[in-house]
């Protein structure tokens, strides 16, 4: 994408309001205009796409190894979650039903004592 110094066919692009406070903010900080913060956003991003490709690495590519990497990701939490219902089911059930039981016990010998 090459700038055009001629004359300016101007556009109106529709983001949401942070998006438009953030371009602001920063064109601001860079002592650029709305305009020229979306172009030089623009064309930074056109450069890591031509940069990426130039080293080899093609954006399909890398979104590929993203959802591997993410698949695995999501293995694991799945293996973990799965510990951690076994670890319920095996240590915390029987726990909660022991208290509850030891509970109802002193329950009743309360009961049994204040009626004394």
């Known amino acids: 994408m090459k700038h055009n110094k001629s004359p300016v066919q101007a556009t109106t692009v529709s983001v949401d309001v942070s998006v438009r406070d ?3 903010q920063e064109a601001e900080r860079l002592g650029l205009s709305q305009r020229q913060m979306v172009t030089r956003m623009a064309e930074d991003y056109e450069r890591q796409i031509n940069t990426s490709k130039e080293d080899g690495l093609d954006p ?3 979104l590929t190894e993203i959802r591997d990497d993410l698949s695995k990701v999501l293995k694991r939490d799945d293996r973990v979650v799965a510990f951690i219902r076994e670890q319920e089911k095996v240590l915390l059930n ?3 039903k022991t208290t509850q039981s030891t509970a109802d016990r002193i329950e009743q010998l309360i009961k049994i004592l204040s009626n004394l």
């Open 22 to 24: 953030y371009i602001n």
């Open 60 to 62: 399909q590519d890398l």
């Open 94 to 96: 029987p726990i909660m």
